[in-house]
T-cell receptor
Framework: DGGITQSPKYLFRKEGQNVTLSCEQNLNHDAMYWYRQDPGQGLRLIYYSQIVNDFQKGDIAEGYSVSREKKESFPLTVTSAQKNPTAFYLC??????????????FGDGTRLSIL | AQSVAQPEDQVNVAEGNPLTVKCTYSVSGNPYLFWYVQYPNRGLQFLLKYITGDNLVKGSYGFEAEFNKSQTSFHLKKPSALVSDSALYFCAVERGDDKIIFGKGTRLHILP
């Protein structure tokens, strides 16, 4: 079955540590996205990528970094510069049409906590 | 600027009763609107979308949504609620370049 796989499901970060969240999709989608979900705040866009080897900052990119070396993969690194990383992180993908009328498909998230 | 609002943090409905989850939007031009559902510790699942055409859009699991241009609303509805419909519901609007703005979510409780 096609879908998006996020790993790990739970992750703990120590002070001063960088951690990387994995996101893999086999839907052959061009566009991929990373969101942060906090209670009562909905989803906020961290980074997005519309094509391999290219990505753009979203609304809350500070303290995060990404790469897009393969179409299927869009890993997110939460750096030590992100002072409040505790959240639920969601990866999504969509068909790239340029019209904005395609829904996004989501993984089941990674819950990151501070040790 | 594009925006979307869900005025209710929580909605409680008795099982078997009709349900409505409200959404209003602000966009320039013709809106692309979406509803998603999220179950605990899971990602979002797409329910339905409005692009153009009929104002009543039918989606998954018996849900439908009514687009009202004059009231800039896109309310989610279901004629008869099930306990299994209890979840967090997000309204979303396309903001350009295949990016979407999500509302803050409405928690739906269906009471048995």
């Amino acid at each position: 079955d096609g879908g998006i796989t996020q790993s790990p499901k739970y992750l703990f970060r120590k002070e001063g540590q960088n951690v990387t969240l994995s996101c893999e999709q086999n839907l052959n989608h061009d566009a991929m996205y990373w969101y942060r979900q906090d209670p009562g705040q909905g989803l906020r866009l961290i980074y997005y990528s519309q094509i391999v080897n290219d990505f753009q900052k979203g609304d809350i990119a500070e303290g995060y970094s990404v790469s897009r070396e393969k179409k299927e993969s869009f890993p997110l690194t939460v750096t030590s510069a992100q002072k409040n990383p505790t959240a639920f992180y969601l990866c999504a993908s969509s068909i790239q049409t340029g019209t904005g009328n395609q829904p996004q498909h989501f993984g089941d998230g990674t819950r990151l906590s501070i040790l | 600027a594009q925006s979307v609002a869900q005025p209710e943090d929580q909605v409680n409905v008795a099982e078997g009763n009709p349900l409505t989850v409200k959404c209003t939007y602000s966009v320039s031009g013709n809106p692309y609107l979406f509803w998603y559902v999220q179950y605990p510790n899971r990602g979002l699942q797409f329910l339905l979308k409005y692009i153009t055409g009929d104002n009543l859009v039918k989606g998954s699991y018996g849900f439908e949504a009514e687009f009202n241009k004059s009231q800039t609303s896109f309310h989610l509805k279901k004629p008869s609620a099930l306990v299994s419909d209890s979840a967090l519901y997000f309204c979303a609007v396309e903001r350009g370049d295949d990016k979407i703005i999500f509302g803050k979510g409405t928690r739906l409780h269906i009471l048995p």
